[in-house]
């Protein structure tokens, strides 16, 4: 019987054979998976074992062939085929940049991003990884990031269970190095020739496990939290242009993958930025499927324009800039990290509640995206932000309210006033300094106030509408019907209250 | 008898004379003023009636000579003598730049800028004027900005009871010329050869009334909120000129005078930059006693490195910068616009207490001051911002607060930490992203966390000395001691609350 596979689900082709030299340097081995006149080629793998695997995400429904090709005699020219067929409920597809600002997966549902961050969640142990699995459940988030290699940093000091090449670690690590840049990385613990399957396996494992959440894994390819530890943030060239072929092998298949190339990636200094122009093509030319791609910055910026850039990831605090990034970039923004609510010494992991919320609502009401993060101490030192486990901050059930008001917005979503003038003509008194707003043409007008308490707000509606006009209390969480039919020149009177919104609908 | 005069008061010769032409341009008087080997030139003016005056501001006490020139027989070569005495309690003289980045009055005593702005609370008649006044005694505020000319905007659609000029208002305004840039300006309601003695007679009680309460008057020069109205934004270069002469004439001896060139220069779009240097040139030639020189932005700021800006006045909202000002201008900076506390429909007018209290001390923190305003709307369109009056908001008390803290600091005051490094050895935990924090050498460290709540912060206290450290809830005004004899390296453990400060002090 012919093997079925849902679309954006993936099929595995899995070949074994005992082969002479390095499976993960000697061997060559691709498919072409062909669909009538369409064909797709796929990096196969070394997986361990004496087992080399393919694996395809097809696209369109109906019978696909495949034929491999290797410089080994036992692993070319093998033969099959597959019958793609319609997709499950809860699958939609990868997610993809639409309408310039917005995403939606492929299949056209909707998709917002509400992310969070839990860095390496994936390298705590079966226990607190189930937690977070857990916790995920009753959580609003449809995005998190993380973490391909584990974490050395403050509050991080334990070692993953596994790690990504053959070898051991042959000391205890000098936690004063941390945060120091001029260390000589210990890369003479590891085998880089030989990555180890079990590795990528558990990740694997964990993608698919967001994945059945409706979870998409914005992937950290690389990061600089390694401080002298491991030395993943100093591997060779050769190793890194290895690793990210390897990877793309192994998970583009995975519908909710999204190759996010690092977290500040101007904090690794040995890198230039013609270095991370590489790694993009990498990607780009190994995964057939083309997941989004981002780069996060520390202190300066990517310069998101690059066409192979699929939308900007920022860290800042300055969402006043919000319109003028996605003017200049022309492609969706989110603020992976303004930082986090918590109570840790550093400033961006003590935000209020409040702060953290107003940062969501900043964003999303200039027509952007924002990342959440948690980062109350215990003495376990276990936090969100980095190993997962539990919530316990007053910000996720806020942000499951603003996503439920997100979600409502007509497709695709809130565009900045660009320019000025066009804002003032629908909201003559203005909107800066501490307020944002945005609107989807004139079917839908959002402001977000911030801690603004103007007595009304005046609204200038186009002719021939009527309007349904809520005030939203982001932080009580609560929407007041201020008007059904309101027409023209409306002034929405205001409780004396900080964070407030008002919210705009055509009828 | 010899006049005696106190220092830093003033000192009046009147000469009546009666003269053939305009006294405004055709009269030419001066004097010089000498003690012993030192020479004040001081500007003469025509006050009406037959009236001419000089007015000097003696900066040492003893015995100073005057003798006057000019074009006509009668006030030329008038000779006298004054008695300059010790200056009472309350008269520390002018104040000055001291210490690059802070202020002092010129007898040394402390000076720091905690401003409110009533831009023309002095155009509003005696009732108004003196509520205004009474309403000051009991504010926390030592600095007013207010314009020398009318304001014409919303909420302020009343006219002046008198005019700069001679002449009279020929119409009834069209209140939809507000905010439009393109007005024939009306300048033939005025004389424009004729100054009105008893509008700049009104405007100098006015001075004096502050000066009585200890408030300096940050004078606007010039501004853009005219619309139409009288044209005082677009007179002739030559009747600048003549104004700006005059004006010095009459008021450089009142010591509490701050020169501020505009509000919102750069909205007064019909004037090039060269222009407001040339403004700048004509009162440091004519002001003999050098008072403070500032102009004030809108959108673009005035090259404030310019020798003959004192100090840099600032709209913005965004306090992160405060440093790299103070970095760049090498000179002190007033926020004297960061938004308002109030309820009126524009986002600049509609700040809560919160945000109001909370420029001022993130500006603070980092070795700069701010300015207040308030915009509660009321049915008399009495509003504080323009007008004066009441005040009503939750933001004054709070300021009275900080300026009690402010005057704490071991002068000259705060300056922030730069480079990073410098604070990284004292707040190994960094503040930026919504922190604020700056120092006095090694006697006094301050930290304003705004809506960040870290559990604790560490702060690493130089060698050999003994800290006292509180921690200020600012909204709430409550000072807590932490510790008495703090060294070393302290951790100050925190409450989870929004709008602390932790403020540290060697003993």
């Known amino acids: 019987m012919i093997k079925q596979t849902e679309k954006w689900d993936y099929f595995e082709v899995v070949l074994k054979s005992e082969i002479n030299g390095n ?43 495949y034929e491999t090709r290797s410089n080994v005699d036992a692993l070319n020219g093998i033969r099959g085929e597959l019958e793609c067929i319609a997709p499950s409920n809860d699958n939609h597809g990868p997610v993809r940049v639409i309408d310039s600002y917005h995403f939606a997966y492929e299949d056209g549902t909707p998709y917002h991003p509400v992310g969070t ?12 990884e ?32 596994l790690y990504p090449f053959e070898g051991e670690i042959k000391r205890e690590y000098d936690e004063s ?23 990528f396996q558990k990740l694997e494992k964990h993608i698919l496990d967001l994945q059945a959440l409706g979870i998409e894994a914005d992937l950290i390819i690389f990061h600089p939290y390694d401080f002298g530890a491991w030395g993943f943030d100093h591997l060779p060239a050769e190793v890194n242009d290895r690793y990210l072929k390897y990877l793309t092998a192994r998970i583009s298949a995975f519908r ?52 192979w850039v699929t ?16 003017l200049h970039y022309k492609k969706p923004v989110v603020v992976d990290e303004c930082g986090y609510e918590g109570d840790i010494e550093r400033a961006w992991g003590s935000l209020s509640a409040e702060a953290m919320v107003e940062c969501f609502w900043l964003g999303f009401a ?53 320019p000025r003038e066009e804002r003032q003509t629908v909201m003559p008194d203005g909107a800066y300094k501490g307020m944002a707003c945005g609107h989807k043409g004139e079917d839908y007008y959002f402001l977000y106030l911030a801690r603004n308490q103007p007595r009304f707000r005046r609204f ?48």
């Open 460 to 507: 200038n509606l186009p002719e021939g509408s009527t309007y349904k006009i809520d005030i939203i209390d982001t932080w009580n969480m609560t929407i007041d019907r201020f008007a059904d039919d309101a027409k023209g020149m409306v002034n929405v009177e205001l409780p004396r209250k900080n964070y407030l919104a008002v919210r705009v609908v055509r009828n």
């Open 177 to 199: 190095l941390i945060d120091s840049h001029n260390i000589e990385p210990p890369l003479d613990f590891w085998d880089l020739d030989r990555f180890n399957p079990q590795y």
């Open 366 to 418: 200039c027509g952007g995206y924002v990342g959440h993060g948690e980062t109350y101490w215990n003495e376990e030192e276990i936090l969100w932000w980095s190993k997962g486990g539990q919530l316990i901050g007053d910000s996720p059930a806020r942000i499951a309210f603003l996503r439920e008001i997100i979600e409502d917005v007509p497709q695709p979503g809130l565009s900045p006033f660009l």
């Open 23 to 65: 499976p993960f340097i000697d061997i060559d081995l691709e498919a072409n998976f062909t669909y009538q006149n369409r064909s797709l080629k796929v990096n196969g793998f070394y997986d361990g074992d004496n087992t080399f695997k393919l694996r395809f995400m097809p696209d369109t429904i109906g019978k696909w062939q």
């Open 117 to 128: 961050t839990c860095y390496v969640w994936n390298h705590q142990g079966d226990e607190l």
């Open 130 to 161: 189930k937690k977070t699995i857990e916790t995920l459940k009753d959580a609003p988030f449809n995005k998190m990031r993380m973490c391909v290699f584990p974490k050395r940093y403050r509050l991080n000091l334990n070692e993953p269970p």
């Open 256 to 307: 909710n993958v999204w190759w996010s190339f690092a977290n500040e990636f101007d904090f690794m200094r040995h890198l230039d930025m013609s270095v991370w122009d590489h790694y993009f093509k990498v990607v780009q030319e190994n995964d057939p499927y083309h997941h989004l791609r981002s780069i996060h910055n520390g202190h300066v910026f990517y310069d998101h324009t690059k066409p």
């Open 311 to 326: 939308h900007c990831s920022i860290q800042s605090g300055d969402f006043y800039k919000m319109p003028e990034w996605l």
